[in-house]
């Protein structure tokens, strides 16, 4: 059995490897997410316009910037799409998320750093033109802490391949 975990683990590393250096190849066609706020780690990229749908479910990338992560660097970051316009986002007792009635988290007091970070209070139905944006991890720094994202700020489409 430890065998066989070793081997996925070599594979999935290999599978990385592998797209980490596709992705530089091809520019801006693939990217890879190495951090734990989302389950998928490698995804194919598309052009994201003004008419472009996005539903609750699609990935998007955009740029983050916060004091949080990289000193404020403005950063690419790739999260699902929790709460679309339209849909309704409620938060509940001790800031659990929830879109139309599913649960989507729970907002922390304080980063991984320990530093205080404060949840985005909201509930109702999502602005047109805003996306509410989730990662898998409990530690995901998402809309959960800074809000909306406006959908004329996506600037790539991502699809994940694994």
């Known amino acids: 059995m430890q065998k066989l975990l070793n081997r996925r683990v070599v594979y999935s590393l290999i599978a990385v490897m592998v797209a980490a250096a596709a992705g530089m ?19 194919f990229l598309s052009e994201a316009s003004r008419e472009t749908r996005i539903t609750r479910g699609d990935y998007v990338m955009f740029m983050l910037s916060t004091p949080y992560i990289g000193n404020g660097k403005p950063l690419r970051t790739v ?7 339209g849909d309704v986002l409620s938060v509940k007792w001790e800031k659990h998320y929830y879109c139309n009635g599913m649960y989507m988290g729970q907002a922390k007091d304080r980063s991984k750093k320990g530093e205080p970070v404060e949840a985005f209070s909201f509930s109702g139905k999502v602005p047109d033109g805003a996306l509410f944006v989730v990662g898998d991890s409990p530690d995901s720094y998402d809309s959960r802490y800074f809000g909306f994202l406006r959908k004329e700020d996506v600037i790539k489409i991502a699809h994940p391949v694994f």
Do not use: E, N, Q, W
């Not at 734990?36 to 490698?42: A, E, H, N, Q």
């Not at 999260?79 to 316009?85: E, Q």
């Open 25 to 43: 190849m091809i520019p801006g066609r693939i990217s890879v997410t190495l951090t734990p706020s989302l389950d998928k780690r490698v995804f």
């Open 79 to 85: 999260k699902r799409v929790g709460c679309a316009a």
